[in-house]
């Protein structure tokens, strides 16, 4: 039996999410060695941490992998967690990785990501005949419903949607200047739309300085030092934060410290990042303003709303690949479903 324990932005607040996405897939992958033998996948991003495995006691199974995602988290999962099995399992899995489950529905990370779960366990020898089969069926659907539906046209991207949060706020940032901290897949998304925006200065910093230069030069921006960072926030009107940093790297102190050469220009953050970036007093700070992922969620709605269409076609498609694949004998899922 395939199955699945979970929690995603739909059914735990930031913390839980947190302290999850602190521990990361390689690190639960490794504590999840001691639960014995047997499939194993852990899929884990900046809104949603999943355990997959393959049981023959579906019970036993289920109340395993919620009491580990307990341990690692170190909180109550009670009302704030999902679990699935069998066809259900199935179903999840498809329509995670064709973006429908995600914070912005239609992005295009989420596919990569799961390819990177499961390629993780692949080469740890955490896989087999049912996942190898389950998880590229998966990547395959993935594909599809992006290929056949229009659900990634427009803003389909955390990143995409911090880009546009910035410009809801100044309207053409052709005048405003932006400091990215991280060099990750996320900074390098945020830049690529910063730069079609045609903003007056951009600056990237990121603790490893190589990683740094690389991601500003194709986008015209300016490399900083890491420790140099706070100056360049004198100056920035908006900074988006998305490194991979365990801990704030904006305290309440640090923002406090920028602020007296800001002579009362206002500050915007914008925190993509999970864990946060940006310690959680900082937005009581007076002319700084705190944006997270919870709060693009309205965009995020408004631009769900005008693909409706296409998300009912691609939900339709994960349907008919759902039903394929588990009639499909040839690939031996069916006792694993059963």
Request: proline share 2%.
């Amino acid at each position: 039996m395939i199955v699945l324990a979970g929690l995603n932005h739909k059914t735990a607040p930031v913390k839980f999410r947190e302290a999850l996405a602190g521990v990361g897939a390689l690190k639960a992958l490794e504590k999840f060695r001691t639960q014995g033998d047997g499939e194993r996948v852990v899929l884990s991003t900046c809104n949603r941490f999943e355990l997959y495995t393959v049981d023959s006691d579906e019970e036993k199974a289920l109340e395993r992998l919620t009491e580990f995602m307990k341990e690692i988290c170190g909180k109550s999962l009670e009302g704030v967690h999902y679990r699935r099995a069998g066809l259900e399992a199935v179903r999840h899995l498809f329509t995670v990785a064709a973006g429908l489950d995600s914070l912005v529905v239609g992005e295009s990370e989420i596919l990569g990501q799961v390819k990177e779960a499961y390629e993780t366990s692949r080469k740890l020898g955490f896989t087999g005949k049912i996942f190898n089969v389950l998880f590229q069926r998966a990547l395959f659907v993935g594909k599809l419903v992006r290929s056949e539906t229009g659900i990634s046209t427009g803003q389909t991207s955390v990143a995409s949607v911090a880009v546009q949060l910035a410009q809801r706020i100044f309207g053409s940032l052709s005048d405003s200047k932006v400091l990215i901290l991280g060099a990750g897949k996320m900074a390098e998304l945020s830049a690529r739309h910063l730069l079609n925006e045609k903003v007056k200065k951009l600056w990237v910093a990121n603790r490893t300085w190589g990683k740094g230069v690389a991601l500003a030069e194709p986008f015209n921006a300016e490399p900083i030092r890491w420790q140099n960072f706070p100056q360049a926030m004198e100056e920035a009107d908006v900074v988006i934060a998305s490194t991979g940093s365990e801990k704030p790297v904006l305290t309440v102190e640090l923002v406090r410290s920028v602020l007296s050469a800001r002579r009362g220009r206002s500050l915007f953050l914008i925190d993509i990042a999970m864990p946060r970036d940006v310690e959680e007093g900082v937005h009581r700070l007076e002319h700084v303003y705190l944006y997270t992922l919870e709060d693009l969620r309205g965009i995020v709605d408004e631009n769900v709303s005008r693909r409706k269409s296409e998300f009912e076609r691609a939900r339709g498609l994960v349907e008919q690949e759902v039903r394929k694949f588990c009639s499909d004998k040839m690939n031996g899922m069916v006792s694993a479903l059963a």
